[in-house]
């Protein structure tokens, strides 16, 4: 009964003895399941991991404790605190290593209840923060190579005095963009509606209320790309390589 409880709950392992013949309530199930894990002997645990379990997402949690040399659940505490973590290490001295995550929760009650234990990051946190420096530092390269290309591009076009195809691309559009919004401010002035500019124009009325109410020509913002980002990246990077 111990066994049917464990795997399938109260309610169900209720469903499952009465099919089989033995008239159990779920209460009685549940009674057997905490029976068996108060007869059963844990054993001592030397590297203990801890992490969260939640009674319910984002409003209730406990904590999780697990010995990772038998990779197995030893214990859950109702409550998430310090205070509680450290009290069941008070009663386990045997505990020599502490896996845990970032938390300083954990690690306060880690402090308080094992001081002379040593706590360690879990993979997961360990894998998560090289993550994000090798992020961070790619995205600095990034922007320094951004820079040096832009220098260099600046440099060829002081020799040149040419524009690039995107560049003149850019040029002619903004050009286009600005007449359009120098004959938006026109008419506006003229005295016609916006809905009687939009007609005119050929563009929607939202755009002619946000062309009026601009205080200055509105600029178009260059949305970043990352594919774009990577080559400059690694043309910059091929650059500085080939140099003596």
């Not at 005295?191 to 009687?196: F, K, M, P, V």
């Not at 109410?213 to 594919?227: V, Y």
């Amino acid at each position: 009964m111990g066994l049917v409880g464990y795997a399938l709950g109260g309610l169900a392992g209720e469903r499952l003895l009465n099919r089989l013949g033995i008239k159990r309530g779920d209460d009685t199930v549940l009674r057997h399941v905490k029976t068996r894990g108060r007869a059963a002997s844990q054993p001592k645990a030397r590297v203990l991991s801890v992490d969260d379990w939640t009674w319910r997402k984002k409003q209730r949690y406990g904590t999780m404790l697990m010995d990772l040399e038998r990779s197995q659940v030893i214990d859950l505490l109702a409550v998430r605190s310090a205070d509680s973590f450290a009290e069941w290490l008070g009663l386990h001295p045997e505990v020599e290593v502490i896996n845990r995550d970032r938390s300083s929760l954990h690690a306060n009650g880690g402090h308080q209840g094992a001081p002379s234990a040593v706590q360690i990051t879990d993979c997961f946190h360990l894998v998560s923060n090289l993550s994000e420096a090798v992020g961070r530092d790619i995205q600095q390269l990034q922007i320094d190579a951004r820079k040096q290309l832009a220098q260099s591009e600046t440099r060829e076009q002081g020799k040149t005095n040419k524009l690039t195809l995107v560049e003149a691309r850019r040029q002619r559009c903004r050009q286009a963009r600005y007449q359009r919004y120098m004959t938006v401010r026109k008419l506006h002035r003229q005295g016609h509606t916006q809905q009687e500019i939009a007609e005119r124009i050929g563009i929607r009325a939202g755009t002619v209320s946000r062309l009026l109410n601009a205080p200055t020509f509105p600029e178009r913002q260059i949305r970043s790309d990352r594919r774009r980002d990577q080559a400059l990246f690694f043309r910059a990077a091929g650059v500085a390589c080939s140099r003596p």
